[in-house]
């Protein structure tokens, strides 16, 4: 199986940055796209942000484009989130994803997740 472990989460005031990292170990052969979901305190786990392992095709929620920014360094089997001018409403339990085909934007049809990073953004 595969297995994700996520960092980089933390606090920073408005309008700041953080970089977020999720190391994926295990059968990572299997991988072919990798990405980042989101979840609130009373909402719905939604999709951020999704990058191709092979050809780094990435793609963005309408929330954070232009904002956040995903990639990956396939030596290390990594994946980064960077997020800029961070905004209240960005506040939410951070998971790394994973899956052997693209990866959805339902998250009940993805097929590995990390622990999740918590983010918090004050105003």
């Known amino acids: 199986q595969v297995q994700l472990v996520e960092s980089g989460g933390g606090l920073v005031q408005a309008g700041g940055s953080l970089r977020l990292s999720c190391v994926a170990s295990?059968?990572?052969?299997?991988?072919?796209?990798m990405g980042w979901f989101r979840q609130a305190p009373g909402k719905d786990r939604e999709f951020v942000a999704a990058?191709?392992?092979?050809?780094?095709?990435?793609y963005y929620a309408d929330s954070v484009k232009g904002r956040f920014t995903i990639s990956r360094d396939n030596a290390k089997i990594t994946v980064y989130l960077q997020m800029n001018s961070l905004e209240p409403e960005d506040t939410a339990l951070y998971y790394c994803a994973a899956d052997n085909r693209w990866l959805a934007r339902t998250p009940t049809e993805v097929s590995y997740w990390g622990q999740g990073t918590q983010v918090t953004v004050s105003s």
């Open positions: 990058v191709s392992w092979s050809r780094g095709t990435t």
């Open positions: 295990g059968r990572t052969f299997s991988i072919y796209a």
